[in-house]
């Protein structure tokens, strides 16, 4: 069964270790990738807080190169897609349709001009913050009191709705996530964010959070992180079973779907050790007795339809 995965942190992680596609410690490789053949997915260009200040846009383009290398390296498995319709047409061509995205504002360096030269540059997804306060929002770390979308944030919202991106919420503050709700004209995304009501963490939802996000189009990549999955360790493949049918019980079956994080987290639960074994996740929902059609949209055709519907 086809997958798509809405976050990986592969280009910073193989960037920051000197380490290649082909063959790498990580957990994705292009061994891996080419298991979910006819697949897609969103490669996140992830800025890391030691670039902040100076030179986030620069790492940023050196992760958006590295990107653009492996489309030219692997022609036969890998092709960038920038819309729903193109990533069909790759599919159908027998290769994983690849999307790119850049995980924290910090990247825009306080200029709209950056997003619209992102956006020519392949670039379909920004997530608003990591963790920190930033010129466009605040991320969860800084709590409630970090406050909402500051105007240059309401203008990248405004901007990325008019360019058709995706606007990502995940990492975003509670604030800062009802405004981007309110202020958004098409569905968004929390690429890789938990139910926080199975595990009491600030990078995980609430309830009334999926609900809204859910009534709007909306889309939830469930994070394969442990600690976000529950507080109890070790945390394993049934665990994001779990956070599953709870994202369906709470937003209905349209707005669940997966954001692995994979190399982007230290940790993986147990059976779900590298991105090949993604594909074992269908076996685990449908153990729980969720439907064929079911199992296909949380397995990647939910995050399709929303690429259909915001990319275009
Ligand atoms: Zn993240």
């Known amino acids: 069964m086809f997958f798509f995965d809405a976050h990986i942190d592969t280009l910073s992680r193989l960037l920051q270790d000197s380490q290649n596609l082909r063959e790498n410690q990580g957990h994705v490789d292009l061994a891996k990738l080419r298991q979910n053949k006819q697949g897609a997915q969103f490669f996140a260009a992830f800025v890391s807080p030691r ?30 897609a ?38 020519r540059l392949g670039v379909r997804l920004l997530t608003l913050t990591w963790n920190h306060r930033n010129d466009l929002a605040s991320g969860q770390g800084e709590g409630l009191h970090g406050g909402g979308l500051s105007l240059f944030g309401q203008a990248v919202v405004a901007e990325m709705n008019r360019l058709g991106m995706l606007i990502d919420v995940s990492h975003l503050n509670e604030p800062g996530f009802w405004d981007v709700l309110r202020l958004s004209k098409s569905p968004v995304l929390a690429s890789h964010s938990n139910a926080r009501a199975l595990c009491d963490h600030p990078r995980n939802l609430t309830d009334q959070q999926i609900q809204a996000l859910a009534d709007q189009g909306g889309v939830i990549g469930v994070n394969f992180c442990p600690y976000f999955l529950k507080k109890d360790q070790p945390a394993t493949v049934d665990d994001v079973v779990e956070q599953v049918m709870y994202l369906v019980n709470v937003g209905g079956i349209q707005c669940v779907g997966l954001g692995s994080d994979f190399d982007g987290i230290d940790q993986t639960p147990l059976g779900l050790e590298h991105y090949g074994k993604t594909m074992d996740l269908a076996d685990s929902l449908m153990d729980r007795g969720l439907s064929a059609d079911h199992v296909e949209k949380i397995m990647g055709g939910n995050l399709m339809r929303i690429c259909c519907t915001v990319l275009n």
């Open 82 to 119: 920038g819309s729903g319709r193109e990533a069909a047409e790759i599919r159908s061509g027998g290769r994983m349709a690849c999307f790119l995205g850049i995980e924290g504002g910090e990247a825009l360096e306080g200029q709209l001009f950056n997003l619209r030269m992102f956006y």
């Open 51 to 80: 670039y902040y200040h100076g030179q986030a846009l620069h790492r940023t383009m050196e992760m958006i190169d590295l990107f653009w290398q492996w489309m030219t390296d692997y022609p036969q498995d890998l092709a960038f």
